[in-house]
């Protein structure tokens, strides 16, 4: 639902610091992020035994009721880690859990990656 790349680690010969290097690199390349400049390159990797997952983002944060006057910056915004992509949400406000449930996990990870084939 949103771009990413795995690598499945039981698949190699073996793990080394420079295999997970070159692979890290390999799917950045495939991803099109290694050639921009650090400040315009955004994007979570995710590392255990098992995978490797890289994952290209678009925003920091997911924006919830964007437009209530009611709600203060804090309020309308929720941000996202790397976590939230191995499914761990962490939210700082009741108001945040209840938009999180509502909305859904998935409406939210793909509000802050890229759906599509490019960036």
Request: glycine share 6%; aromatic share 8%; proline share 4%.
């Amino acid at each position: 639902e949103f771009r990413h790349l795995c690598v499945d680690l039981a698949k190699l010969e073996t793990v080394d610091g420079r295999v997970l290097y070159r692979a890290a690199q390999a799917m950045l390349h495939r991803l099109g992020l290694d050639d921009l400049d650090e400040e315009n390159t955004s994007y979570n990797m995710l590392m255990t035994r098992r995978f490797v997952m890289v994952v290209p983002r678009k925003a920091e944060w997911f924006a919830v009721d964007p437009n209530d006057p009611e709600s203060s910056e804090v309020d309308r915004r929720i941000s996202l880690n790397g976590l939230a992509f191995a499914g761990s949400f962490f939210t700082i406000s009741p108001h945040h859990q209840d938009r999180l449930l509502k909305v859904g996990p998935m409406q939210f990870l793909r509000g802050i990656t890229h759906t599509d084939a490019k960036q």
